[in-house]
Nanobody
Framework: QVQLVESGGGLVQPGGSLRLSCAAS????????MGWYRQAPGKQRELVAD???????NYADSVKGRFTISRDNAKKTVSLAMNSLKPEDTAVYYC??????????????WGQGTQVTVSS
């Protein structure tokens, strides 16, 4: 079993900043790609950004230049620094990870989600 626990969501004014963090724990041998998705009310879940074990990153066009993803392989954490936030960034943000488990299986896991609200 693997757990992904997010933290750092909240309410922020337009133009403000937030930092989300996600920590993985459990039966982990190693973690491949880690990332962040978001889901706004009435919309499909979409990729925000992801990062490989080697540090290669990928961003949605809507967040390029404003968000930065990073990870610490030793601590099994991934973070998302969000700047210049806009009301359209409002969503539940989910951490995800593709994990090589101690059992030998490669599986995908989701966190429970953290709410980000951008509003004045």
């Amino acid at each position: 079993q693997v757990q992904l626990v997010e933290s750092g969501g909240g309410l922020v004014q337009p133009g403000g900043s937030l930092r989300l963090s996600c920590a993985a724990s459990g039966s982990i041998f190693s973690i491949n790609t880690m990332g962040w998705y978001r889901q706004a009310p009435g919309k499909q879940r979409e990729l925000v950004a992801d990062i490989t074990r080697g540090g290669s990153t990928n961003y949605a066009d809507s967040v390029k230049g404003r968000f930065t993803i990073s990870r610490d392989n030793a601590k099994k954490t991934v973070s998302l620094a969000m700047n210049s936030l806009k009301p359209e960034d409002t969503a539940v943000y989910y951490c995800d990870a593709t994990v090589y488990e101690s059992t030998g299986y490669l599986r995908h896991w989701w966190g429970q989600g953290t709410q980000v609200t951008v509003s004045s």
